[in-house]
């Protein structure tokens, strides 16, 4: 049996699909479902059972161990200002699955954050020596809370109080399918591909920055199908343990990631420049690139698909496809 946190969500629900796929039964996934549609985001799954958050404690008291213990929940919001909120969520309820796990010796990844890079000045390096993290700004809420997670799981670690396998896993830009529920936290293929079918020019943020041009900004974009394909390559290899970047290791800009919705839809994409907003020019990431030679020396050596081919999947297979629900 494997408990899926955040099961529901966008990269939860693509886990449970993969998971599902791979032949792994018994899933049990824990979630709010709310009242919108994010039920459809699991709704072709074969599930154990489904566990309210608030529940997770109780159903775990009392049993032996799980298969794994797949911990994707958390208030993802990089704009959240309630940090009592973000501390019981984010930070508490992981050293409490963390402590269950070692405990019953149950594996445990997690979901890190490449926010916890801070603007990057430092680089994207996942060393995990209790120096290199301590040098870390993460700029928001949400980062400052995996990244305190991530300090304290190494601690625990070192200490020799751990599951018997961990990972955290620090996620870049990550788009796919069922990310509708997510409203404006949607990636920006979600956004724009119908707008870009329709003929509509798609703003993006100028450049306010000397040396780099309007809409250049470069992020790490990976598929969320690659990134199924790397925790299910971590529950097959057991032995592997540890703060893992996740991203492809390209840096690609934005006016890329239109165009390839463009290339997708078979039309040109029409792009125009707006003025970023004052109040979140002082901590926008003009670059983000995730160091991926942790992961590849552990020995992960499947490749991730280039930018335009994960984005053709993407907008063909889903988001114009009449269920665009995995």
């Not at 049993?63 to 973000?86: C, E």
């Amino acid at each position: 049996m494997i408990l899926v946190t955040g099961g529901a969500g966008f990269i939860g629900s693509n886990l449970v699909a993969d998971l599902e796929a791979a032949g792994r039964g018994g899933l049990v996934v824990a979630d709010s479902l709310g009242r919108e549609n994010k039920w459809r985001n699991i709704a072709k799954r074969n599930l154990r059972d489904v566990v309210f958050p608030a529940e997770i404690e109780g159903w775990l008291a009392g049993r032996p161990r799980l298969d794994a213990v797949i911990h994707m929940g958390a208030d993802s919001s990089t704009t959240a200002t309630d940090g009592d909120h973000v501390v019981r969520t984010n930070f508490r309820l992981s050293t409490r699955l963390w402590d269950w796990c070692a405990a019953t010796g149950t594996p445990f990844v997690y979901a890190s954050s490449a926010a916890t890079y801070g603007d990057g000045a430092l680089g994207f390096d996942d060393d995990a020596a209790p120096e290199a993290l301590a040098r870390l700004r993460p700029l928001n809420l949400y980062g400052w809370s995996k990244h305190l997670f991530d300090r304290w799981a190494v601690e625990r670690a070192a200490e020799g109080h751990a599951p018997p396998q961990w990972a955290g896993l620090k996620f870049f830009n990550v788009f796919g399918p069922n990310e509708g529920h997510k409203g404006d936290m949607r990636s920006l293929v979600a956004k724009t591909a119908r707008r870009v079918a329709a003929g509509e020019t798609i703003p993006l943020f100028r450049s306010h920055r000397d040396g780099i041009a309007h809409g250049e900004q470069r992020r790490d974009f990976v598929s969320v199908k690659d990134c199924g394909a790397a925790v299910l390559w971590l529950l097959d290899h057991p032995e592997v343990s540890g703060l893992f970047n996740l991203g492809t290791g390209r840096a690609r800009s934005f006016n890329d990631l239109i165009r390839a919705v463009g290339a997708a839809l078979g039309v040109d994409a029409h792009i125009a420049y707006v003025d970023m907003p004052g109040e979140i020019r002082g901590q926008y990431q003009y670059f983000t690139e995730a160091r991926m030679g942790r992961l590849r020396a552990a020995g992960f050596e499947r490749p991730f698909a280039a930018l335009e081919d994960s984005v053709a999947d993407y907008v063909r297979s889903h988001l114009m496809a009449a269920d665009e629900y995995r």
